[in-house]
Nanobody
Framework: EVQLVESGGGLVQTGGSLRLSCLVS????????IGWFRQAPGKEREGVSC???????YFADSVRGRFTIASDNAKNTVYLQMNNLKTEDTATYYC?????????????????WGKGTPVTVSS
């Protein structure tokens, strides 16, 4: 059974940092891209960042320069480091996995999803 479990969300003030983790089981990072997506209340889900199995990365314009993504294949975990957080980053963050995918801004090709972790940034 494939499972993706997000953790690390919480409440933080503007300008603060959080590190989200996506622990993957049932598949390996050697042949799956892992993407981070977010959905704020009343808004559509949007792609935030992604790392493919060859190490290539994608960042949405809204987070580039503030967020980084890294994978630890030995731990089957992908991390999203979020710095200089803004109120507009408030959302539920989901990780997703796609087999041999090239990272892209949308979620096409993502086959497996976690249940999400909430992030609230207060001013």
């Amino acid at each position: 059974e494939v499972q993706l479990v997000e953790s690390g969300g919480g409440l933080v003030q503007t300008g603060g940092s959080l590190r989200l983790s996506c622990l993957v089981s049932g598949i390996t990072l050697d042949d799956h891209a892992i993407g981070w997506f977010r959905q704020a209340p009343g808004k559509e889900r949007e792609g935030v960042s992604c790392i493919s199995s060859d190490g290539s990365r994608y960042f949405a314009d809204s987070v580039r320069g503030r967020f980084t993504i890294a994978s630890d294949n030995a731990k089957n975990t992908v991390y999203l480091q979020m710095n200089n957080l803004k109120t507009e980053d408030t959302a539920t963050y989901y990780c997703a996995a796609g087999w041999r995918m090239v990272c892209r801004p949308d979620d096409a090709g993502m086959q497996y999803w976690g249940k999400g972790t909430p992030v609230t940034v207060s001013s």
